[in-house]
Protein backbone atom coordinates (compact mmCIF):
# COMPACT_ATOMS: atom_id res chain seq x y z
CA UNK A 1 0.00 0.00 0.00
CA UNK A 2 1.20 3.81 -0.41
CA UNK A 3 1.67 5.29 2.71
CA UNK A 4 -0.22 8.43 3.39
CA UNK A 5 3.40 10.52 3.70
CA UNK A 6 3.37 10.07 -0.35
CA UNK A 7 3.16 13.63 -1.93
CA UNK A 8 2.71 14.02 -5.70
CA UNK A 9 2.86 17.34 -8.11
CA UNK A 10 1.28 18.14 -11.38
CA UNK A 11 2.43 19.43 -14.83
CA UNK A 12 -0.83 20.71 -17.39
CA UNK A 13 0.06 21.23 -21.05
CA UNK A 14 1.17 24.68 -21.00
CA UNK A 15 0.06 25.87 -24.57
CA UNK A 16 -3.59 24.77 -23.96
CA UNK A 17 -6.28 27.81 -22.59
CA UNK A 18 -6.95 28.23 -18.94
CA UNK A 19 -10.46 26.12 -18.91
CA UNK A 20 -8.55 23.57 -20.11
CA UNK A 21 -5.80 23.19 -17.97
CA UNK A 22 -7.39 23.70 -14.72
CA UNK A 23 -11.43 22.46 -15.61
CA UNK A 24 -10.06 18.88 -17.72
CA UNK A 25 -6.15 18.24 -17.34
CA UNK A 26 -5.51 19.48 -13.10
CA UNK A 27 -8.52 17.96 -11.89
CA UNK A 28 -8.47 14.96 -13.27
CA UNK A 29 -4.74 14.69 -12.76
CA UNK A 30 -5.37 15.58 -9.08
CA UNK A 31 -8.42 13.44 -8.50
CA UNK A 32 -5.42 10.14 -9.35
CA UNK A 33 -3.21 11.50 -7.27
CA UNK A 34 -5.98 11.94 -4.35
CA UNK A 35 -6.76 8.13 -5.16
CA UNK A 36 -3.45 6.68 -4.08
CA UNK A 37 -3.81 8.63 -0.92
CA UNK A 38 -1.10 11.08 -1.45
CA UNK A 39 -0.82 14.93 -0.87
CA UNK A 40 -0.76 17.68 -3.58
CA UNK A 41 2.28 19.77 -3.69
CA UNK A 42 1.90 22.83 -5.40
CA UNK A 43 4.09 23.95 -8.52
CA UNK A 44 2.82 26.87 -10.66
CA UNK A 45 1.09 26.26 -13.79
CA UNK A 46 2.09 28.22 -16.90
CA UNK A 47 -0.52 29.64 -18.88
CA UNK A 48 1.20 30.32 -22.05
CA UNK A 49 -1.50 30.10 -24.33
CA UNK A 50 -3.47 32.88 -22.42
CA UNK A 51 -0.69 34.87 -21.19
CA UNK A 52 1.68 36.43 -23.70
CA UNK A 53 4.54 38.71 -23.33
CA UNK A 54 4.44 42.21 -24.86
CA UNK A 55 7.25 41.68 -27.44
CA UNK A 56 5.04 38.35 -28.44
CA UNK A 57 2.19 40.83 -29.20
CA UNK A 58 3.86 42.90 -31.06
CA UNK A 59 5.42 40.16 -33.09
CA UNK A 60 1.95 38.57 -34.30
CA UNK A 61 0.58 41.93 -35.02
CA UNK A 62 4.03 43.20 -37.34
CA UNK A 63 2.77 39.24 -39.17
CA UNK A 64 -0.51 40.18 -39.45
CA UNK A 65 0.19 43.34 -40.96
CA UNK A 66 2.95 41.85 -43.40
CA UNK A 67 0.51 38.98 -44.54
CA UNK A 68 -2.36 41.31 -44.82
CA UNK A 69 -0.11 43.29 -47.41
CA UNK A 70 1.01 40.23 -49.14
CA UNK A 71 -2.93 38.67 -49.50
CA UNK A 72 -4.45 42.12 -50.73
CA UNK A 73 -2.18 43.38 -52.64
CA UNK A 74 0.39 40.48 -53.97
CA UNK A 75 -2.21 38.09 -53.95
CA UNK A 76 -1.77 34.08 -53.98
CA UNK A 77 0.78 33.14 -55.37
CA UNK A 78 4.55 31.64 -55.06
CA UNK A 79 6.07 34.77 -53.75
CA UNK A 80 3.41 35.07 -51.14
CA UNK A 81 3.19 31.56 -50.55
CA UNK A 82 7.13 31.47 -49.66
CA UNK A 83 7.12 34.49 -47.82
CA UNK A 84 4.40 33.49 -45.61
CA UNK A 85 6.18 29.79 -44.84
CA UNK A 86 8.95 32.36 -43.70
CA UNK A 87 6.89 33.76 -41.34
CA UNK A 88 5.29 30.31 -40.03
CA UNK A 89 8.87 29.46 -38.93
CA UNK A 90 9.36 32.67 -37.37
CA UNK A 91 6.39 32.47 -35.20
CA UNK A 92 6.92 28.69 -34.70
CA UNK A 93 10.70 30.11 -33.27
CA UNK A 94 9.06 32.36 -31.10
CA UNK A 95 6.37 30.21 -29.73
CA UNK A 96 9.28 27.95 -28.66
CA UNK A 97 11.07 30.93 -26.70
CA UNK A 98 7.69 31.36 -25.11
CA UNK A 99 8.03 28.24 -23.60
CA UNK A 100 11.41 29.05 -22.79
CA UNK A 101 10.15 31.69 -20.44
CA UNK A 102 7.55 30.55 -18.51
CA UNK A 103 5.05 33.49 -16.75
CA UNK A 104 3.45 32.37 -13.26
CA UNK A 105 1.93 35.64 -12.93
CA UNK A 106 -1.48 34.36 -13.82
CA UNK A 107 -1.14 31.28 -11.26
CA UNK A 108 -0.56 33.92 -8.08
CA UNK A 109 -3.38 35.60 -9.68
CA UNK A 110 -6.07 32.54 -9.63
CA UNK A 111 -4.40 32.09 -5.97
CA UNK A 112 -3.45 28.46 -7.46
CA UNK A 113 -0.78 28.60 -4.34
CA UNK A 114 -3.61 27.62 -1.94
CA UNK A 115 -4.38 24.24 -3.10
CA UNK A 116 -0.87 23.07 -1.66
CA UNK A 117 -1.01 20.45 0.90
CA UNK A 118 2.53 19.39 1.42
CA UNK A 119 6.13 20.94 1.71
CA UNK A 120 7.13 22.72 -1.38
CA UNK A 121 10.51 22.37 -0.47
CA UNK A 122 10.44 18.47 -1.42
CA UNK A 123 10.19 19.53 -4.75
CA UNK A 124 13.91 20.66 -4.64
CA UNK A 125 15.49 17.88 -2.64
CA UNK A 126 13.66 14.41 -3.96
CA UNK A 127 13.62 13.32 -7.02
CA UNK A 128 10.29 12.55 -9.21
CA UNK A 129 8.14 9.24 -10.13
CA UNK A 130 6.80 10.28 -13.63
CA UNK A 131 3.37 8.34 -13.32
CA UNK A 132 2.42 7.44 -17.62
CA UNK A 133 -0.82 7.00 -17.64
CA UNK A 134 -0.56 6.38 -21.74
CA UNK A 135 1.64 3.03 -20.88
CA UNK A 136 -0.39 2.28 -18.17
CA UNK A 137 -3.73 2.27 -20.27
CA UNK A 138 -1.78 0.76 -22.71
CA UNK A 139 -1.24 -2.46 -20.38
CA UNK A 140 -4.59 -2.31 -19.03
CA UNK A 141 -7.66 -1.75 -21.42
CA UNK A 142 -10.41 -1.83 -18.86
CA UNK A 143 -8.50 -1.57 -15.50
CA UNK A 144 -9.75 -1.08 -11.93
CA UNK A 145 -8.60 1.66 -8.86
CA UNK A 146 -6.49 -1.64 -7.74
CA UNK A 147 -4.66 -1.90 -10.92
CA UNK A 148 -3.87 1.68 -10.96
CA UNK A 149 -2.97 1.48 -7.55
CA UNK A 150 -0.52 -1.63 -8.21
CA UNK A 151 1.02 -0.21 -10.83
CA UNK A 152 1.98 3.03 -9.37
CA UNK A 153 3.80 1.29 -6.56
CA UNK A 154 5.47 -0.73 -9.27
CA UNK A 155 6.85 2.23 -10.68
CA UNK A 156 8.14 3.55 -7.01
CA UNK A 157 10.03 0.28 -6.10
CA UNK A 158 11.98 0.76 -9.23
CA UNK A 159 13.03 4.32 -7.65
CA UNK A 160 15.53 4.71 -4.68
CA UNK A 161 15.56 7.57 -1.70
CA UNK A 162 12.69 10.09 -1.61
CA UNK A 163 10.36 10.35 -4.34
CA UNK A 164 7.31 12.40 -5.54
CA UNK A 165 5.20 11.42 -8.26
CA UNK A 166 4.58 13.60 -10.93
CA UNK A 167 1.20 13.35 -12.90
CA UNK A 168 2.08 14.76 -16.56
CA UNK A 169 -1.01 15.34 -19.19
CA UNK A 170 0.52 14.61 -22.34
CA UNK A 171 -1.57 14.93 -26.35
CA UNK A 172 -2.54 11.82 -26.27
CA UNK A 173 -4.33 11.84 -22.94
CA UNK A 174 -7.76 13.83 -24.27
CA UNK A 175 -8.43 10.32 -25.54
CA UNK A 176 -8.35 8.55 -22.42
CA UNK A 177 -10.73 10.89 -20.12
CA UNK A 178 -13.71 8.43 -19.87
CA UNK A 179 -11.02 5.65 -18.77
CA UNK A 180 -9.84 8.45 -16.10
CA UNK A 181 -13.00 9.36 -15.38
CA UNK A 182 -13.69 5.39 -14.43
CA UNK A 183 -10.78 4.92 -12.11
CA UNK A 184 -12.30 8.52 -10.25
CA UNK A 185 -15.46 7.08 -10.06
CA UNK A 186 -14.60 3.84 -8.63
CA UNK A 187 -12.51 5.65 -6.31
CA UNK A 188 -15.45 7.89 -5.42
CA UNK A 189 -13.85 11.38 -6.54
CA UNK A 190 -16.28 12.98 -9.32
CA UNK A 191 -14.52 15.29 -11.53
CA UNK A 192 -16.76 18.08 -11.19
CA UNK A 193 -16.87 18.28 -7.53
CA UNK A 194 -13.20 18.54 -7.83
CA UNK A 195 -13.50 21.31 -10.05
CA UNK A 196 -16.01 22.86 -8.21
CA UNK A 197 -14.36 22.70 -4.44
CA UNK A 198 -10.81 23.45 -5.20
CA UNK A 199 -9.53 26.41 -6.66
CA UNK A 200 -12.72 28.79 -5.60
CA UNK A 201 -11.53 29.04 -2.03
CA UNK A 202 -7.95 30.30 -2.74
CA UNK A 203 -9.15 32.87 -5.15
CA UNK A 204 -11.31 34.68 -2.88
CA UNK A 205 -8.45 34.64 -0.51
CA UNK A 206 -7.46 37.12 -2.71
CA UNK A 207 -10.13 38.60 -4.23
CA UNK A 208 -13.03 41.09 -2.71
CA UNK A 209 -16.51 39.02 -3.64
CA UNK A 210 -18.57 42.65 -4.52
CA UNK A 211 -22.60 42.98 -3.26
CA UNK A 212 -24.38 45.08 -5.65
CA UNK A 213 -28.00 43.81 -5.15
CA UNK A 214 -28.29 42.79 -9.08
CA UNK A 215 -28.17 40.23 -11.10
CA UNK A 216 -24.41 39.50 -12.61
CA UNK A 217 -25.13 38.03 -16.38
CA UNK A 218 -21.99 37.23 -18.27
CA UNK A 219 -22.29 36.66 -21.81
CA UNK A 220 -19.28 34.48 -23.16
CA UNK A 221 -18.63 35.08 -27.01
CA UNK A 222 -15.77 32.54 -28.27
CA UNK A 223 -14.80 33.79 -31.99
CA UNK A 224 -10.85 33.39 -32.25
CA UNK A 225 -10.32 30.06 -33.55
CA UNK A 226 -13.51 28.80 -33.37
CA UNK A 227 -15.54 30.96 -35.69
CA UNK A 228 -17.16 31.12 -39.17
CA UNK A 229 -16.73 34.15 -41.44
CA UNK A 230 -19.50 34.76 -43.83
CA UNK A 231 -18.33 36.33 -47.00
CA UNK A 232 -22.01 36.85 -48.84
CA UNK A 233 -22.74 33.26 -50.27
CA UNK A 234 -19.20 31.71 -49.21
CA UNK A 235 -18.43 30.64 -45.36
CA UNK A 236 -15.13 29.61 -44.22
CA UNK A 237 -14.54 28.05 -40.68
CA UNK A 238 -12.04 29.10 -38.65
CA UNK A 239 -10.73 25.99 -36.23
CA UNK A 240 -7.79 25.86 -34.71
CA UNK A 241 -5.04 26.50 -36.42
CA UNK A 242 -7.18 25.61 -39.84
CA UNK A 243 -9.56 26.67 -42.05
CA UNK A 244 -12.41 24.83 -43.87
CA UNK A 245 -15.05 25.62 -46.17
CA UNK A 246 -18.14 23.21 -44.87
CA UNK A 247 -19.12 21.82 -41.81
CA UNK A 248 -18.96 18.47 -43.02
CA UNK A 249 -15.41 18.39 -43.40
CA UNK A 250 -15.93 18.62 -39.79
CA UNK A 251 -17.78 16.09 -38.57
CA UNK A 252 -14.58 14.11 -36.94
CA UNK A 253 -13.60 17.05 -35.01
CA UNK A 254 -17.14 17.35 -34.04
CA UNK A 255 -17.29 13.71 -32.57
CA UNK A 256 -14.55 14.68 -30.08
CA UNK A 257 -14.99 18.32 -29.57
CA UNK A 258 -18.85 19.27 -29.90
CA UNK A 259 -18.47 22.05 -28.36
CA UNK A 260 -16.67 23.65 -30.74
CA UNK A 261 -19.24 24.17 -33.03
CA UNK A 262 -19.33 28.26 -33.63
CA UNK A 263 -21.64 30.83 -32.65
CA UNK A 264 -21.46 34.10 -33.59
CA UNK A 265 -22.28 37.29 -31.78
CA UNK A 266 -25.64 37.94 -33.87
CA UNK A 267 -27.12 35.06 -32.41
CA UNK A 268 -26.69 36.22 -28.92
CA UNK A 269 -28.88 39.28 -29.71
CA UNK A 270 -32.34 37.55 -29.21
CA UNK A 271 -31.47 36.72 -26.02
CA UNK A 272 -29.30 39.64 -24.85
CA UNK A 273 -32.41 42.44 -25.76
CA UNK A 274 -35.13 40.03 -24.10
CA UNK A 275 -33.61 39.88 -20.67
CA UNK A 276 -32.92 43.28 -21.16
CA UNK A 277 -36.60 43.87 -21.76
CA UNK A 278 -38.13 40.96 -19.83
CA UNK A 279 -36.17 41.76 -16.26
CA UNK A 280 -35.23 45.34 -16.54
CA UNK A 281 -31.61 47.10 -16.32
CA UNK A 282 -32.57 48.10 -12.82
CA UNK A 283 -32.08 44.64 -11.79
CA UNK A 284 -29.02 43.57 -13.76
CA UNK A 285 -25.52 44.00 -14.71
CA UNK A 286 -24.23 42.85 -17.69
CA UNK A 287 -20.71 41.83 -19.23
CA UNK A 288 -19.87 40.43 -22.89
CA UNK A 289 -16.86 38.98 -22.84
CA UNK A 290 -15.19 37.39 -26.52
CA UNK A 291 -11.53 36.89 -27.63
CA UNK A 292 -12.48 38.99 -30.34
CA UNK A 293 -11.51 38.26 -33.81
CA UNK A 294 -8.03 38.98 -33.61
CA UNK A 295 -6.87 35.85 -34.03
CA UNK A 296 -9.63 34.88 -36.55
CA UNK A 297 -8.07 36.75 -39.29
CA UNK A 298 -4.62 35.87 -38.65
CA UNK A 299 -5.53 32.06 -39.27
CA UNK A 300 -7.57 32.79 -41.91
CA UNK A 301 -4.44 35.22 -44.19
CA UNK A 302 -1.79 32.33 -42.51
CA UNK A 303 -4.26 29.58 -43.90
CA UNK A 304 -4.85 31.56 -47.62
CA UNK A 305 -1.00 31.91 -48.38
CA UNK A 306 0.00 28.35 -47.83
CA UNK A 307 0.88 26.68 -50.62
CA UNK A 308 -1.54 23.47 -50.69
CA UNK A 309 -4.50 26.43 -49.89
CA UNK A 310 -7.01 25.58 -52.70
CA UNK A 311 -9.15 28.13 -51.10
CA UNK A 312 -9.48 31.33 -53.66
CA UNK A 313 -11.61 33.71 -53.31
CA UNK A 314 -12.93 36.30 -55.88
CA UNK A 315 -12.73 40.12 -55.96
CA UNK A 316 -16.14 40.62 -54.41
CA UNK A 317 -15.39 38.23 -51.88
CA UNK A 318 -11.86 39.86 -51.12
CA UNK A 319 -13.74 43.03 -50.39
CA UNK A 320 -15.99 41.93 -47.95
CA UNK A 321 -13.25 40.04 -46.10
CA UNK A 322 -11.35 43.40 -46.22
CA UNK A 323 -14.22 45.40 -44.93
CA UNK A 324 -15.03 42.54 -42.06
CA UNK A 325 -11.11 43.28 -40.80
CA UNK A 326 -11.86 46.85 -41.14
CA UNK A 327 -14.41 46.69 -38.74
CA UNK A 328 -12.76 44.15 -36.54
CA UNK A 329 -14.77 43.98 -33.15
CA UNK A 330 -17.30 46.71 -34.03
CA UNK A 331 -19.41 44.04 -33.93
CA UNK A 332 -19.91 43.84 -30.06
CA UNK A 333 -20.76 47.91 -29.67
CA UNK A 334 -24.68 46.06 -30.16
CA UNK A 335 -24.54 44.82 -26.84
CA UNK A 336 -25.42 48.30 -25.39
CA UNK A 337 -26.19 48.68 -21.66
CA UNK A 338 -22.57 45.95 -21.19
CA UNK A 339 -19.16 46.25 -19.67
CA UNK A 340 -17.40 44.86 -22.95
CA UNK A 341 -14.20 42.65 -22.25
CA UNK A 342 -13.31 42.60 -25.77
CA UNK A 343 -9.78 40.78 -27.09
CA UNK A 344 -6.57 39.27 -25.39
CA UNK A 345 -4.53 40.89 -23.11
CA UNK A 346 -3.35 39.97 -19.51
CA UNK A 347 -5.74 42.43 -17.71
CA UNK A 348 -8.62 41.14 -19.86
CA UNK A 349 -8.10 37.83 -18.65
CA UNK A 350 -8.29 38.52 -15.44
CA UNK A 351 -11.38 40.42 -15.69
CA UNK A 352 -12.67 37.88 -17.43
CA UNK A 353 -12.09 35.44 -14.43
CA UNK A 354 -13.37 37.92 -12.22
CA UNK A 355 -16.81 38.39 -13.95
CA UNK A 356 -17.01 34.29 -14.06
CA UNK A 357 -16.10 33.87 -11.26
CA UNK A 358 -18.81 36.15 -9.58
CA UNK A 359 -21.77 35.45 -12.11
CA UNK A 360 -25.23 34.28 -11.25
CA UNK A 361 -25.98 33.90 -14.91
CA UNK A 362 -23.52 32.73 -17.31
CA UNK A 363 -24.98 32.66 -21.42
CA UNK A 364 -22.09 31.04 -23.65
CA UNK A 365 -21.75 29.26 -27.12
CA UNK A 366 -19.04 27.79 -27.99
CA UNK A 367 -15.79 26.15 -26.21
CA UNK A 368 -15.23 25.33 -22.07
CA UNK A 369 -13.41 28.41 -21.28
CA UNK A 370 -16.65 30.29 -19.90
CA UNK A 371 -18.37 27.22 -18.17
CA UNK A 372 -14.98 25.80 -16.48
CA UNK A 373 -13.77 29.35 -15.47
CA UNK A 374 -17.27 29.88 -13.92
CA UNK A 375 -17.48 26.47 -11.75
CA UNK A 376 -13.37 26.38 -11.04
CA UNK A 377 -14.12 29.84 -9.50
CA UNK A 378 -17.12 30.53 -8.25
CA UNK A 379 -17.56 28.55 -4.97
CA UNK A 380 -19.87 25.27 -4.45
CA UNK A 381 -22.26 27.51 -2.19
CA UNK A 382 -23.02 30.23 -4.58
CA UNK A 383 -26.14 28.85 -6.72
CA UNK A 384 -26.29 30.19 -10.60
CA UNK A 385 -27.53 29.26 -14.46
CA UNK A 386 -25.32 28.32 -16.71
CA UNK A 387 -27.16 27.61 -20.13
CA UNK A 388 -25.94 27.33 -24.00
CA UNK A 389 -26.87 30.46 -26.16
CA UNK A 390 -28.15 27.60 -28.62
CA UNK A 391 -30.88 26.11 -25.61
CA UNK A 392 -32.23 29.23 -24.75
CA UNK A 393 -36.10 29.63 -24.96
CA UNK A 394 -38.09 33.00 -23.83
CA UNK A 395 -39.44 30.74 -20.90
CA UNK A 396 -35.77 30.50 -19.32
CA UNK A 397 -36.41 34.25 -18.51
CA UNK A 398 -38.34 32.76 -16.12
CA UNK A 399 -35.59 30.64 -14.62
CA UNK A 400 -33.29 34.02 -14.86
CA UNK A 401 -36.31 35.74 -12.38
CA UNK A 402 -36.63 33.23 -9.94
CA UNK A 403 -32.70 33.42 -9.46
CA UNK A 404 -32.90 36.74 -8.79
CA UNK A 405 -35.87 36.36 -6.35
CA UNK A 406 -34.13 33.20 -4.64
Known amino acids: MIAETRSFTIQTIPGSGLGDQL ?53 QNIFSNAVNAIFLQ ?60 DYVNYLMNEKTGSTIFRFSWTGKMWALIPKIDQLLKEAELDKDIILKNTFSGGYWKQHVQPFSGKTNIVFHIRCGDSTTVQLGKRTLIVYDKFLYESVDEMKEIFKIDPDRVSVLPEEYFHVYNQIVDKVGLEKIS ?34 VLAQK ?11 THAKLIIGESDKNLQDSVYALANADVVIWGCGGFACNTHYLFKGPVKKSLVMNVKDYFDSNINLIKELKNG
Do not use: H, W
Open 90 to 149: LEKRIDSLQVIKADNKLSTYLGLKYINEGDSNLLQNNSFCDICLEDFFELNEFPYLLDFK
Open 325 to 335: IKEFNGVFKNF
Open 286 to 319: MTVISDGYELTYTNLLRNLLKRKCAIRLSGKEKK
Open 23 to 75: GTQFTRLYGLGKSIGAKYIYTPVSFQRSIKPRSMRLSQSLFFRLRYFLFFYIG
